[in-house]
């Protein structure tokens, strides 16, 4: 039976410490331990794996195509850190010694993070109105919010025909937290209790939603599971849209992604870099000059950024910056994706938008 990850080994790694308790034992439960010996190559330059290898002992020689080399030993600072984690990879990792190391699957690490980084913001409140379940008209509430402002409304009127009612009781569970996400809902009439549980297994309350607001979209966005749970307070109605059409009408309008010249340009321009990775990640590794907001800070902080600006965002893979710009643009912000993340961005370029930023 292969070794699996010690949990104490994988609280010292850059990002996976940020795990919350849950996401980080089933991550330790599925990486198993890996050997190689002095002189063996752990991956190469040019490679397009979709790995994430982190040293748990010994030393390896990271090898660039000009012949630099840099040596990663356990108990530094580096190697606390993905080894070379850009997509090609940039240099050649070959083992001075004999090494012990994971290799994590770099998607269901962020997927991880991903949920984990938006727990309590699963819930989007369209409205600063409290409403009642008498009280004013849902349809004009969801119109009037800054999230449709961008959608043609030939997609809007789509929406409303695709739209599914759906009655629901006092005490029903709409969505639970660790499910799949399926649909993006809207409270007809009726009102609802968003929970999560804590680490210890207690219940707690994020917000309490009445008719006009919506919630689901982030787990759609990212594709990752829900982070709290809905049940209602009240009998009630929803009007739910499927992930497919949620897509189509409403993400696909709402979500702009440009190619690394693209946004090199933008920056240019005046537009701001926005890293949503972890405050660790950033230090790690990151754009110069770019602005760290970690996505489950962004609920919070959003105020703070310039409305006035243009916003570049990424992060290693493009999941956690899809679900951010989505939250962004829905509170007014023009906000794009850097496609593909930073793994997609071969270093000679990022150096160049170094360049330009310095």
Not at 337 to 350: D, E, P, T, Y
Request: hydrophobic fraction near 35%.
């Amino acid at each position: 039976m292969p070794e699996t990850a010690d949990p104490l080994v994988l609280k010292e790694l850059v990002p996976p410490a940020a795990l919350g308790t849950e996401s980080f034992r089933q991550l330790a439960r599925q990486v198993p331990i890996e050997t190689l010996p002095a002189g063996g190559t752990l991956f190469r330059a040019g490679d397009q794996d979709r790995r994430t290898y982190y040293l748990l002992s010994g030393e390896v020689a990271l090898l660039g195509e000009d012949g630099s080399q840099t040596v990663v030993r356990v108990g530094t600072e580096p190697a606390r850190h993905p080894l070379s984690n850009q997509r090609p990879r940039q240099h050649t990792a070959r083992a001075r010694t004999a090494i012990r190391y994971l290799g994590l699957d770099s998607d269901l690490l962020d997927i991880y993070l991903t949920w984990n980084q938006l727990a309590g913001i699963e819930v989007n409140e369209l409205s600063t109105d409290e409403g009642t379940e008498t009280g004013g008209d849902w349809m004009t509430r969801i119109l009037q919010s800054k999230a449709f402002v961008r959608i043609p409304p030939a997609n809007i009127q789509r929406m409303f025909m695709r739209l599914e009612e759906v009655g629901v009781r006092a005490g029903e569970t709409v969505i639970r937290q660790g499910e799949q996400g399926d649909y993006y809902f809207i409270i007809s009439r009726g009102r609802c209790r968003v929970t999560r549980s804590s680490a210890s297994g207690r219940q707690v309350t994020l917000a309490e939603l009445g008719p006009g607001d919506s919630f689901g979209e982030e787990a759609l966005i990212s594709e990752a599971k829900r982070n709290a749970t809905v049940t209602m307070l009240t009998d009630g109605v929803l009007m739910r849209l499927s992930k497919a059409d949620f897509d189509e009408l409403l993400r696909a309008p709402m979500q702009k992604e440009v190619e690394f010249e693209a946004a090199r340009a933008m920056v240019r321009d005046g537009a701001v870099l926005l890293d949503v990775r972890l405050e660790s990640e950033h230090r790690g590794g990151s754009i110069r000059g770019s602005l760290n907001l970690p996505i489950y800070m962004l609920r919070l902080k959003a105020d703070s950024l310039d409305p006035g600006r243009r916003y570049v965002v990424y992060c290693d893979t493009g999941r956690r910056s899809s679900a951010a710009a989505y939250l962004l643009t829905e509170r007014g912000f023009e906000a794009y994706v850097l496609r593909g993340g930073l793994l997609s961005v071969h270093q000679a370029r990022a150096d160049a938008l170094q360049r330009d930023e310095g």
